[in-house]
């Protein structure tokens, strides 16, 4: 990425509806800083990032809240080792609660002008350094979380997050393309890019910050955005990215369900709360479940075979990866290809 300006901070308009609206249709993004009270998220991540030093991934003997890596478990979504880690990780009670805050309401529903619901699935990233290959690609949110194009992403991080971290990016106005674009195979996280210079009418400048803890990004479905590279010597990025619904709107299937990369039913998960408020809390409103749309992932897939084929580095691991972790679940080409190009798995 050549240059990264920074975003636009709209704590001006908090209290004025009409402009977030205006501003969100117009920019696609709404950034608040101290959206919530840092304490708040400093709380968050003392019990999240404990949870992560239990399960191995942080230097023993050092304060969890640093989030010092351990360099020898480099793990991400895909591997069966991240989602051991990740499902301890996502049984915590108060991660799921996060995305309740009203802080995060209330804001979402002055930027839409309608009353709002976060998706029952919720989304933590843990993000390792000097893993670069495998930072979330360019994409648009609705390949994966499909439902409406009304949705919006609240990415906010659990602590501070500067740039070298690897926070979040997004091009601005770059949602008036006003339709999901083609998505191809990458390596990263969700595994699907788009290339946003294959469209003549998105202006490819990106936009990102400094992002201290208690911050929120905000932006609907079609808008594109990446992460940035987690360039530090040793520390975890901790964050939340979590949908919020209009009531009574579309919601893809998949979306009541916990995070794939957990492995999780809601059983697993709920035994370990002590409340009850939020269990099921989405069977109480008559929003319409679709089906989820396979043809992104579809794509990718054949394009992943050829790739490979080709000798692409990237789509001869992600194929390795697959074969590795979920045998069951691959395709038999996929065996066919490794054995072709006389790779182990
Ligand atoms: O945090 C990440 O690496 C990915 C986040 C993302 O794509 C999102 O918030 O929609
Ligand atoms: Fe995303």
Known sequence: MSELKELRVS??????PQELQRRLDDEGYLFFKRLVAPEKLWELRREMMS???????????ADPMDGIADLNMRY?????EYSAGYAEVYKIENFHRSAHWTEYMDIVEKMVGQTVMPHPQK???IWFPKYTEHTTPKHQDFVHFQGSFENITCWAPIGDCPIELGGLAVIPESHKVNRALDHHFALGAGGLIVHEKEHEEINPVWHSTDYE????LFFPALTIHQALPNYTEDKLRLSLDN??????DKVAEHMLQPHEPSLLTWED???????????YYWKEYDNPVVERDLSFGDKARVEVLELARAGNEQAVYALQRGARNSPDAVEPEVFAVL????VEY
Not at 11 to 16: E, G, K, R, S, V
Not at 76 to 80: A, C
Not at 243 to 248: A, E, F, K, N
Not at 270 to 279: I, Q, S
């Open 11 to 16: 704590n001006d308009a908090m209290t004025d």
């Open 51 to 61: 949870m992560i030093q239990q399960v191995g991934w942080l230097v023993a003997g």
């Open 76 to 80: 991400t979504e895909g591997d069966n």
């Open 123 to 125: 989304v933590a990233r």
């Open 213 to 216: 803890a208690g911050d929120a």
């Open 243 to 248: 949908r919020y619904m209009l009531v009574g």
């Open 269 to 279: 998960i709920y035994p370990h709360w002590r409340h009850d408020d939020l269990k």
């Open 339 to 342: 054995d072709e190009l006389g």
